[in-house]
């Protein structure tokens, strides 16, 4: 695993060289192992290296034979070897490593059918002289980073935003249009970012620049074909599937590969197969918040050495500054700084592990994927009559079913707007500043992706807008961001082109059956491990943050930031702190949007405020 960046400008070379060395220095967490640049009349390009793969030969950035082609690269290329033995017929390898084969792959077959080969998690950029362009590409889903920068006359590219600092000629500007979603969200969901003029490349996707015009085109889209194959059949070619990527993604190292174990379905069957020696966990010494002790258990029962730690409210806070820095946009998911521990206890052992991420958004995992009858039924009525319940049932004060009642008032493509959401556009609104309050609406975000299933079933829609939404901008980001601020390669098996080839042509009946979500994938894994960990509900990891809040000691915490000045430019104060006191005098549970408001105003302060760390 890897750190890249680089640009294009007309500077001289010793002005190139030393800029690439100050971006590159941002991200040297990615790689603290080595480094290496390449420099020109047209370009920089710069290389942070964790060894994984030919530790001696490795070294980025890497040539083909004349000289005339140079790569950067981010990520692993599970089916290298296979690639390579293609190659070898016209092209000669100097190293083991997967790069070398991007190289040569598309040099024989150029971007678009290169990339149409890959089995893997990627981030890189090719640099062809004699074409005089530069291609950059990302994932079919996103598992690794990439950003850029375009502001209509300068292009920078990097594998975390945090790089483009170190250029002299980035302006760092918050991108406040952002603010309202990322409320409601808990995330950033647009393709640009928080800082102005910075774009997400999408996964899925590569660029091309060329005589100062950057052109971005898919090459991966997610689809669900129709499949005719009785469940049986599927249950044997998805079991082959599963257990050849994990083996994969096992072998694929010259270094020491451990396992993240919680105590889910999903890491336990990867943990299961892969049967790594080290297994690591993280919990909170809180009553019910705590799943650490199931993945204990099942260490044990496989006879595999178990990492734990519990994780204390003060060290949560403590880590808050520098997981907001490490995700580079702000970021509400809890579960991130228990990601931070918990990379951090594996870093001490193990250079490379295994995690179960991408499962529940493939097979259909999520509890929010079930719907019981009666809300199938009550979604049946018009919904001109729903939205009447729903506008008079606001009218009350809080009663068990009432937010079903709101939410079920909408048309499906509004209520279902993705796993993590927290608010509704108006409850956004009331928080911002008078000058941030806008009629950008859920479905200005959502209607776009909707429109390509628009005849598909529920769950598959629902399953959908995750894969693009709640995937690759939550899940995905904080588990590479998190590993990486620990120089810990992060591998997510279940989450493999091929398996999602046949996933995707599952039906609905065989993911989500009655109360069960996930159905067919639990089927499989039950063969692996006890029942009681293949049919254990969905719980994520569980962070009490709701009820620190409640001790004064951590009200005051998040009261002092919710005091300062600064904080104006973008919220109503006296919202916000009403939001707090409800919540401190147990009127309300506010925990949620307390949080979301929190970690944003703490990035603001890493990035803007205390610009010692950036």
Request: hydrophobic share 35%; glycine share 6%; with cysteine.
């Amino acid at each position: 695993m890897c750190g890249i960046a680089g640009f294009i400008d007309k500077k001289k070379k010793d002005e190139k060289k030393k800029i690439i060395k100050e971006m590159c220095d941002y991200i040297k967490h990615r790689g603290p192992d080595g480094e290496g640049y390449y420099i020109d009349d047209k370009l920089a390009l710069g290389h942070r290296r964790l060894s994984i793969v030919d530790i001696k030969l490795g070294t980025q950035p890497m040539f083909n034979e004349d000289k005339t082609i140079v790569i950067v690269f981010n990520g692993e290329i599970y089916n290298h070897e296979e690639l390579r033995k293609k190659l070898e017929r016209k092209h000669t390898f100097k190293t083991k490593c997967d790069t070398e084969v991007l190289l040569h792959g598309y040099e024989e077959w150029g971007i678009e059918v290169l990339l149409k080969k890959l089995v893997g998690m990627f981030a890189f950029v090719i640099y062809d002289k004699n074409q005089g362009k530069i291609f950059g590409a990302r994932d079919h889903f996103g598992i690794k980073p990439f950003y850029y920068y375009n502001n209509g006359h300068e292009f920078f590219f990097a594998s975390e935003i945090k790089a483009f600092l170190g250029h002299p000629n980035f302006e760092k500007k918050v991108n406040k249009q952002a603010l309202k979603m990322f409320l409601i969200f808990q995330y950033s969901v647009h393709e640009e970012t928080f800082f102005e003029n910075v774009y997400k490349l999408k996964p899925g996707h590569y660029f091309e620049y060329s005589e100062n015009q950057v052109q971005i085109k898919p090459f991966f889209e997610v689809n669900y074909p129709k499949c005719k194959k009785a469940k049986e059949e599927i249950k044997v070619e998805l079991n082959e599937l599963l257990e050849n990527s994990i083996k994969y993604h096992q072998m694929n190292s010259d270094v020491e590969v451990g396992s993240y174990l919680s105590g889910g379905v999903d890491s336990s069957y990867v943990v299961s197969v892969a049967k790594p020696d080290k297994t690591f966990s993280v919990g909170f010494n809180v009553n019910g918040f705590d799943e650490s002790l199931y993945a204990k258990e099942l260490s044990d029962l496989l006879h595999i050495k178990n990492y734990r730690k519990l994780i204390s409210a003060d060290e949560f806070f403590e880590a808050l500054p520098i997981v907001e820095y490490h995700t580079d946009e702000p970021e509400a998911n809890l579960s991130a700084v228990p990601l931070y521990y918990l990379s951090k206890l594996a870093s001490d052992q193990v250079k490379v592990v295994l995690s179960g991420e991408g499962s529940d958004e493939m097979f259909g995992g999520y509890n929010e994927y079930y719907e019981p009858t009666i809300l199938k039924i009550y979604a049946c009525i018009p919904l001109i009559i729903r939205k009447g319940i729903r506008n008079f049932v606001k009218l009350f004060p809080h009663f068990p079913g009432q937010n079903t009642l709101i939410k079920y008032g909408l048309p499906f493509e509004e209520r279902y707007i993705g796993h993590g959401t927290l608010m509704e556009e108006w409850e956004a609104n009331e928080i911002l500043a008078d000058n941030l309050k806008n009629n950008e609406m859920i479905c200005d975000v959502l209607k776009p992706v909707y429109n390509k299933v628009k005849k598909e079933r529920l769950l598959t829609k629902k399953m959908y807008i995750d894969m693009h939404f709640w995937l690759p901008q939550d899940i995905l980001l904080k588990a590479d961001k998190m590993t990486m601020a620990n120089s810990l390669e992060l591998r997510v098996p279940l989450l493999d082109i091929n398996v999602f080839n046949l996933a995707k042509t599952i039906p609905n009946k065989y993911l989500v059956h009655q109360k069960q979500t996930k159905k067919i994938f639990r089927e499989i894994a039950n063969k692996k491990i006890p029942e009681e960990w293949a049919k254990r509900r969905k719980l994520g990891f569980p962070v009490p943050f709701s009820k620190w809040i409640l001790e004064e000691k951590y009200y005051n915490k998040v009261k002092e930031i919710f005091s300062k000045e600064y904080v104006e430019e973008f919220f109503d104060k006296n919202v916000i702190n009403r939001l707090l006191e409800e919540h401190y005098n147990k009127k309300k549970n506010n925990g949620r949007k307390i949080y979301n408001i929190y970690t944003f105003l703490i990035w603001y302060k890493v990035y803007f405020i205390d610009t010692k760390r950036a």
